[in-house]
């Protein structure tokens, strides 16, 4: 069984990134499989993610472009990030 969980406001500073986030982090800690899909432009969720990653194993990742660059690209496979 698959669950959508959608945070979406078209105002800033609302707390999308800081609920999605956290959301998925205590869902991927009880077990869960989790994704997160991060259309925010600025690619912030994608961001705090990879330097929480940094900060718990050392491992620095980067990212080339954000999903919505993909997206306009026509080419999201440069946007996938595996973790």
Not at 22 to 29: F, Q
Not at 39 to 54: F, H, I, M, S, V
Request: glycine fraction near 10%.
């Amino acid at each position: 069984m698959t669950t959508v969980l959608t945070f979406s406001n078209f105002k800033g500073g609302t707390g999308k990134t800081t609920n999605s986030t956290m959301t998925g982090i205590e869902l991927a800690k009880r077990g869960f499989k989790t994704l997160l899909i991060d259309l925010d432009p600025q690619a912030n969720a994608t961001n705090l993610y990879l330097k929480t990653k940094e900060n718990v194993n050392g491992e620095f990742v980067t990212f080339g472009q954000t999903l919505m660059a993909g997206i306009k690209n026509k080419d999201i496979k440069a946007t996938i990030i595996e973790a």
